[in-house]
């Protein structure tokens, strides 16, 4: 029989003699529980917004995207579009030429990045599927037609299949810069025949245009280009498709992959995960002082059996690993209640949505998300564990034969 365990297994469930003790180890139990709790629902649903976010902002960029290192624009010949095609895995290529422009709808008017796309973007990514008002129509019969992004539909308020059109304005590609707007600009008309809505950033910036539209509007030749978009197949391995397409396109260019084109905001995410994640540690680390409270008290009501082991020819070795336990008996129980409080919440989120968002109705979803990663669930266990056994230590390593002997002396 393993008898610091048994010991400690008795004083976690005996009643105590003074009902302060049984108050405080209750209320010990229940600051780890609601710590682990906290910590399990809170990284569950920013789990749930980061891989929300990351889908809808995969549906607009490529898997991967081809520029030049230095300059504008280039011409990609055919021997290298076959290469590239030819590589086991890619699906398809599109042919992308986009610029900042100047659009204006009626009395309004707003900065916008124009990016004109081949007749086949639809198959590179998902932004069919992100439409919130009208039709993926990006053609030139009858006439030009544009997808807008949701925030400069809401600026500008524009309206989709309206007989008005946008003007878009483009400084012309003039040797001698002129004074005269006519001259120095370019000037473009085309109707919006849809609204997509994907993530902030992208839904105030982007217009999207057909490519040869955008080659007239910015002045640029017949087969000019300023990024290639690379689409795999669903059993592509990225990596290895990233560094033969690399290897290609030679050292002139820079092939991201959806990571390395979002580099700042995947940092971004992962430090605030990982910062809220530390403010609730320090949040269950200040709980668990009342595991030292306890322990204190329960050494006190316990000096006669201690003074009794210690008679037995028990040594402070003994002492200590009883205690230890007790302590470690108070998180372990706190953290097992506060997983499974945890994960029933996060369950009960995932199946009925029970805690709606705010402005239900213009987000592409009306309830929080929730994604439960079990690494995470092991974190935190594990990590309430650790400050449980240290918020144990502190009051047992006073605990030595000086200690007892005061004891015996009272």
């Not at 906290?38 to 920013?46: E, N, R």
């Amino acid at each position: 029989m393993n008898l610091p365990y048994y010991i400690a297994s008795r004083y976690l469930v005996a009643r105590k003699s003074h009902n302060a003790i049984n108050i405080i180890s209750a209320i010990s139990v229940m600051g780890v529980m609601t710590g682990t709790m906290a910590l399990i629902v809170i990284l569950s649903v920013f789990n749930g917004f980061d891989n929300l976010v990351k889908s809808l902002i995969n549906s607009f960029n490529p898997d991967l995207k081809i520029t030049l290192v230095e300059g504008k624009s280039f011409i990609p010949d055919g021997e290298t579009i076959r290469k590239l095609r030819s590589v086991p895995g890619v699906l398809d290529i599109s042919f992308v030429l986009e610029d900042k422009a100047l659009v204006r709808y009626e009395e309004q008017q707003t900065i916008a990045i124009v990016k004109g796309v081949s007749d086949n973007y639809a198959t590179i990514t998902g932004l069919d599927s992100m439409l919130v008002e009208g039709t993926y129509d990006i053609g030139e019969n009858p006439e030009p037609h544009a997808l807008i992004g949701r925030g400069i539909s809401l600026y500008l308020n524009v309206r989709t299949y309206s007989p008005r059109q946008m003007t878009i304005f483009v400084p012309r590609r003039l040797k001698q810069p002129s004074l005269d707007a006519e001259r120095a600009l370019n000037r473009k008309y085309i109707s919006v025949s849809g609204v997509f809505s994907i993530e902030q950033d992208y839904d105030t910036r982007y217009i999207l245009v057909p490519l040869s539209f955008a080659r007239n509007l910015f002045e640029y030749s017949h087969g000019e280009v300023n990024i290639l978009e690379v689409k795999f197949k669903n059993e592509a391995n990225g990596a290895a498709l990233q560094k033969a397409v690399t290897a290609i396109m030679g050292k002139d260019f820079v092939v991201q992959n959806r990571y390395q084109q979002n580099d700042l905001f995947y940092k971004t995410m992962q430090t605030e995960k990982w910062a809220i994640f530390l403010i609730l540690i320090f949040i269950l680390i200040v709980a668990s002082f009342n595991v030292i409270g306890t322990l204190t008290m329960l050494m006190l009501e316990k000096k006669k059996d201690i003074i009794t082991l210690r008679n037995l020819g028990a040594d402070s070795g003994l002492l200590r690993r009883i205690f230890l336990l007790e302590g470690w008996m108070i998180s372990a129980s706190g953290a097992i209640l506060g997983a499974i409080l945890g994960l029933l919440i996060c369950w009960l989120q995932m199946r009925f949505g029970i805690i709606k968002l705010q402005g239900s109705g213009t987000f592409i979803i009306d309830a929080y998300p929730v994604l439960v990663k079990f690494s995470d669930v092991a974190l935190v266990l594990v990590s309430v564990i650790i400050i449980g056994l240290l918020a144990a230590w502190y009051p047992i390593h006073f605990l030595n034969k000086g200690y007892v002997e005061e004891m015996k002396e009272e």
